[in-house]
């Protein structure tokens, strides 16, 4: 039997382990931000969940229940039929099970492997560019613009309110050992529940988009936004977290991959605003008050979010001959330089070291999805 002094030496040997993490954030050695001493996982702060991967799992006949190791014959509000048919064909096979509460409901998900039909896009052909934003959720280089429904915004009046009464409830306190009362609770499930709401109409609007995206189009271009440097603008961050632009990009990523299409990242500072997509100058600077982009040299005249989006869409020629692989992009290792020429006459989408904002070529990067079905 281990001795006393033996047990604390453990457990100041895993704390000093824990802590080394907390060490090289706050000394700079890793990136991120700084994280705090490790706390033990509470009932009362973690999401509850459970997973099962052994046992009995298995969708019900009827296709309203299924079967879950411990907990038995569950019966489900939303019907499991396409779960159940991939099963009784023998083109699925459940891997997990996990039960998980959100927004005050049970859920259970489902990880399945599958066996996908090989498809192809209608327009096998066809490019296009995407550029996402906040005024419109994406702008197409066919002119098209996908409207940004802005469910947070339209849900914001429900959510202060809910959360002035949630603030006027008698809640818990570590410091007193106050527990919370059953009116705290009743507001805190509303409160709850409209959050959930407001991520499931984000949720679904995106994957209706990147679903007909990905099954249209062969080949799609994005930019590699910094979401997170861009969520540091306060007056602007809870419009950018609302539109979801990392979401719809892990979408196109995989949803790509099963239609046979291709996603092509453009570089994070590729001037896809400031160049001209008719005679390729490229501008110094770019308000972004400024919403229609007027060249100077070719005297074109476009919406700024149409031009970027055409810029990007001209990506395709310069990765298709320099062979760089499906996932790449051009631009430049740091932001458009003041010092350089205003407007530099080029072709659509190429880069050159001499000019303004490019750089020559860059590697690429490669997108890894995981398969689930709810």
Not at 324 to 340: C, F, N
């Amino acid at each position: 039997m281990p001795s006393v002094f033996a047990l604390w030496n453990a457990i100041n040997a895993q704390v000093n382990v824990g802590m080394g993490g907390v060490a090289k954030h706050r000394s700079g050695e890793r990136a991120g931000r700084p994280v705090g001493f490790p706390r033990l996982k509470s009932r009362h702060r973690s999401t509850p969940s459970v997973r099962f991967t052994t046992g009995a799992i298995r969708v019900e006949p009827d296709r309203k229940h299924v079967v879950l190791p411990r907990l038995g014959r569950l019966k489900l509000h939303e019907s499991a039929r396409k779960l159940a048919h991939r099963l009784e064909a023998g083109t699925a096979r459940i891997m997990s099970a996990t039960v998980r509460r959100d927004g005050g409901r049970w859920h259970v998900a489902f990880c399945v492997e599958v066996d996908r039909v090989q498809r192809l896009p209608a327009r096998t052909d066809a490019t296009v560019g995407i550029d996402v934003g906040i005024k419109h959720l994406a702008v197409l280089s066919t002119g098209t613009y996908e409207p940004n429904p802005r469910h947070l915004d339209a849900a914001q009046q429900r959510l202060r309110r809910l959360g002035r009464r949630l603030s006027r409830r008698q809640g818990p306190d570590r410091r007193t050992g106050q527990r919370p009362s059953n009116r705290w609770r009743r507001a805190q499930t509303q409160l709850g529940r409209a959050h959930a709401r407001v991520a499931n109409l984000r949720r679904d609007g995106l994957h209706q988009l990147t679903t007909r995206l990905a099954g249209t189009y062969g080949t799609l271009v994005v930019e590699d936004l910094n979401v997170a440097g861009m969520l540091r603008n306060r007056r602007l961050a809870r419009h950018i977290a609302d539109a979801g632009f990392g979401e719809l990009r892990r979408q196109l990523a995989y949803k790509t991959l099963w239609s046979g299409g291709r996603l092509i990242v453009a570089d994070r500072w590729y001037p896809s605003s400031k160049t001209c997509s008719g005679c390729g100058a490229v501008k110094t600077k770019l308000p972004l008050a400024e919403r229609t982009y007027t060249c100077t040299s070719c005297g074109l005249v476009l919406d700024r979010d149409v031009n970027a989006a055409c810029n990007l869409a001209a990506l395709v020629r310069e990765v298709t001959t320099a062979g760089s692989g499906p996932v790449a992009g051009r631009g430049a290792d740091q932001k458009t330089r003041p010092d350089g020429p205003v407007a530099v006459k080029r072709q659509p989408g190429t880069a050159t070291a001499d000019q303004t904002g490019t750089v020559p070529p860059q590697g690429g990067t490669t997108h890894q999805t995981l398969a689930r079905a709810h």
